[in-house]
DNA sequence: CGACGCATTGACAGGGCTCAATTTAAGTGG
DNA sequence: CCACTTAAATTGAGCCCTGTCAATGCGTCG
């Protein structure tokens, strides 16, 4: 866990020289969003691919009538919507802006150029999906072999290895996760969370401080999370 | 759904000619599987990646003690452990060899030779990375939002999607799928899944005969899948 | 034919979801 | 800065789905 919060290896111009970053900068369009944006809906025809600038994306999958499934939190070097170099397809989530995010974007045909330009990008691409392919595989698994207050110690840990900032002894996810967002995370309701949390809040393995909660105690979690 | 069971978009080799094909089996090494036989095992330093050619894998992850998550079956033309041509990563998935199975494999080094000779076999995975990741998504959502029956019932006709043979007006899945396999699919337990397939039949929904599940009516379980 | 694995069915219990009622915190306008 | 409004979080009680355990049945294969 580093100072800095894009602790990620998912950078999808990794590889690529100065210049040929700005090139490749240079064709896509730069969008600029408000806390709670929508950059694009579930459902919609996939037209652009996105890359996270600035800020934070929260990627949710909603389910006919009701529950959501909260896929990840990305951030800086991030792509989202891969998806859209595929013909004819729908985004398959909805991406929101956690806050002020800035994100680029490229049109299928101009995606497909650059990837036949700088075959780095599609290796990229492709490095980051087998990462989160892996990711879900993994998720999936422990929603049925697990019990919610398991999986909820895990979906924290991840949480924060993805978005986690250390700030003395703790560490904080510093922009504001609500009862219901970490249980659309888990795969549980609001009331568990919220009855797991403060359990833990009285080990003293967690705190909440405006929407923020910070993580006291990573270490017990950790061994909580893997095995009860 | 078509005569034969070899319905897939993904195979890893289109968009190449004959001859490319030829040179790219060239260099990869056959391995001949018997029924029951494992490719490769979870955990295990992940080094080549593999092609069906003929016959089926189960791909299943385990949980410490006990619970397994069966990810899918897959067939000839379909690529799997692509994870190995990143570096030093292990297999997250164990592959089993459903019938008598014949496989290419390409160790990382010469998979990175083609993937840079042949830029379309980088697109072909990227596609097919991404096809996986969008159903693991979907699948997630609904062994969170759904219950059993409902889910089986997906199951089931995932399954017959990706492997399934019409006979007649049936649809037969012409391997043989233990109610414990289909339970590791579906996240759930045998016992579940042997009173839902039980009370399928009453209905005329499903027939089992040796070991094989047959669908007699498809329609009504998309429509019990759907909504119930 | 016996034995083994797989499937079926019943009975039971418990994890966690649902619903409802409060409490707390956050946001807003005067 | 405070009263007011609204949203989020907490906590309790009850119940249902489905997982667990146990016993029995069935088919297949040596």
Redesign the interface.
């Known amino acids: 866990m580093e100072e800095n919060n894009n602790n990620t290896n998912n950078d999808f111009l990794r590889g690529l020289s100065r210049e040929e970053r700005a090139e490749i900068m240079k064709c896509g369009t730069a969008v600029d969003l408000k806390r709670g944006a929508v950059l694009f809906r579930q459902g919609e025809p996939a037209t652009r691919t996105f890359l996270v600038l600035e800020g934070r994306l929260k990627l949710a999958?909603l389910?006919e009538e009701?529950?959501e499934?909260l896929?990840r939190y990305i951030g800086p070097g991030e792509l989202t919507s891969?998806?859209a170099?595929?013909q004819n397809r729908e985004y398959?989530?909805t991406a929101t802006a956690v806050g002020a995010t800035l994100v680029a974007g490229w049109d299928r045909k101009r995606m497909m150029e650059l990837?036949?330009e700088y075959?780095e990008l599609?290796?990229n691409?492709?490095?980051h999906?087998?990462e989160?392919?892996?990711e879900?595989?993994?998720?999936?698994?422990?929603?049925?072999?697990?019990q919610v207050e398991q999986r909820v110690a895990r979906s924290l840990l991840r949480i924060m290895r993805q978005s986690g900032r250390k700030s003395g002894d703790e560490i904080v996810i510093d922009f504001p996760i609500s009862r219901q967002e970490l249980a659309d995370y888990t795969?549980?309701t609001l009331y568990t969370v919220s009855r797991t949390l403060s359990a833990w809040e009285k080990k003293g393995w967690v705190r909440s401080q405006s929407g923020r909660i910070i993580i006291v105690d990573p270490h017990a979690l950790v061994l909580f999370s893997e095995k009860i």
Do not use: C, D, N
């Open positions: 999958k389910h009701g529950k499934f896929v891969m998806i170099v595929l398959p989530v990837m036949s075959p599609t290796f691409m492709l490095h999906a087998l989160r392919l892996e879900l595989q993994s998720r999936y698994l422990e929603l049925h072999a697990e795969g549980t």
